[in-house]
């Protein structure tokens, strides 16, 4: 068994598809940066509509039961 040094990560090829796995995160984390700055009124619409969602479902797991009143105005 190879003890993890530091010549073995020169000797190991990478593929593209592994670099490309490492670059993503922060090429993500750029845009989300940008859509924060551009449009911070839709992520927040965005966001909360996921916490409805995301409470419904899990209510809907636990069998649980919400009796929604009509919005009105």
Request: net charge negative.
């Amino acid at each position: 068994m190879r003890s993890f040094e530091f010549d073995y990560l020169l000797e190991t090829p990478v593929n593209d598809s592994q670099a490309m796995a490492v670059r993503a995160p922060g090429e993500f984390r750029g845009r989300h940066g940008l859509y924060t700055e551009q449009s911070p009124e839709i992520l927040e619409t965005l966001r909360r509509v996921a916490m409805v969602q995301s409470t419904d479902s899990s209510n809907r797991i636990e069998g649980i039961t919400v009796v929604r009143a009509a919005l009105t105005g």
